[in-house]
């Protein structure tokens, strides 16, 4: 495990537009590229005030909503949510969206080796540039932690608790714009138009796992791979569970946390 994080990087930097470039890039060995950045094989220390921050929490849960929150707050932040970096990939029928569709279509967990590779990949080049990074949708497993673990020094985490009969309604109410990624909710986050995207106009579909016997699926791994991250990461004492049904009245609630934290930009 540790040779996915300790052994390749690649040079790509985390852009929506060069997902589909990904694959391409020339992977190298880190210690090639290791003087230039602040980052080490072994350590899980990192330099200045930089934070690693992951955000836990049921699929469905707000996971995204308190994530954008978070950045609009705290502009020196880079975020990566594997989520979404899945279904660029599933977008641009990649060989790894391929793969990856046929687990997320049926609500289970893409390999771990495979979120390992694919989270090192996205990002490498965001430890050591000065900036906070917020990983949302990683680790989903204690394997994935654990190989986190080898490599970073994780600060903070934002565990969110949102009663799962809220989520199962919840999510029957979203709604998607396909070729942007576009979030809608029809009962607190409606687009102008019934049914239409705001921007472009175009039909609004449900995400293919947001159909009701799939959320179960995906609720039950969250349960059974994911949850025991919260135990994980208490142990630790990095983690503070934020619980409640709107993100309106949790995120306040976090910015405090992340300030007391020593997050202030
Ligand atoms: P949610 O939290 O609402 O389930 P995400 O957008 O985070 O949604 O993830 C969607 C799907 O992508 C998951 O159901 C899973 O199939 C896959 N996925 C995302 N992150 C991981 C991960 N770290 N490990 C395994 N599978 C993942």
Redesign the pocket.
């Known amino acids: 495990m540790r040779r996915f994080f300790s052994r390749y990087v690649t040079r790509q930097k985390f852009t929506t537009g060069a997902i589909s470039k990904l694959k391409e890039q020339p992977r190298i060995p880190v210690d090639s590229i290791i003087s230039s950045t602040t980052r080490s094989t072994t350590s899980t220390t990192h330099p200045s005030n930089e934070k690693f921050m992951l955000i836990l929490g049921k699929?469905?849960g707000g996971?995204g909503t308190i994530s954008s929150k978070i950045l609009k707050d705290f502009p020196d932040m880079e975020h990566i949510s594997?989520?979404d970096i899945?279904r660029q990939h599933v977008r641009d029928e990649t060989e790894l969206g391929k793969e990856a569709k046929e687990?997320?279509d049926h609500?289970?967990?893409?390999p771990d080796e495979v979120?390992i590779r694919l989270v090192l990949d996205y990002s490498t080049n965001s430890i050591g540039n000065g900036k906070h990074l917020l990983l949302d949708?990683?680790?989903?497993t204690i394997k994935?932690a654990a190989a986190l673990d080898e490599s970073i020094n994780v600060d903070v985490v934002v565990d969110l608790n949102i009663p799962t009969e809220i989520i199962v309604e919840r999510i029957a109410d979203r709604w998607i714009h396909a070729a942007s990624g576009r979030v809608y909710n029809y009962s607190y986050n409606p687009p102008l138009n019934h049914g239409k995207d705001d921007e472009s106009g175009e039909d609004l579909v449900q995400r293919y796992?947001d159909k009701p016997k799939t959320v179960r699926k995906?609720l039950d791994a969250y349960d059974k791979a994911t949850s025991p991250l919260i135990q994980y990461y208490e142990k630790k004492g990095v983690l503070k569970t934020f619980s409640g049904t709107m993100s309106d009245k949790i995120y306040p609630e976090v910015k405090k946390w992340l300030n007391k934290m020593g997050m202030n930009r």
């Open positions: 699929p469905g996971k594997t989520g899945l687990y997320m609500g289970d967990l893409v979120m949708g990683f680790p989903r994935q796992d995906r």
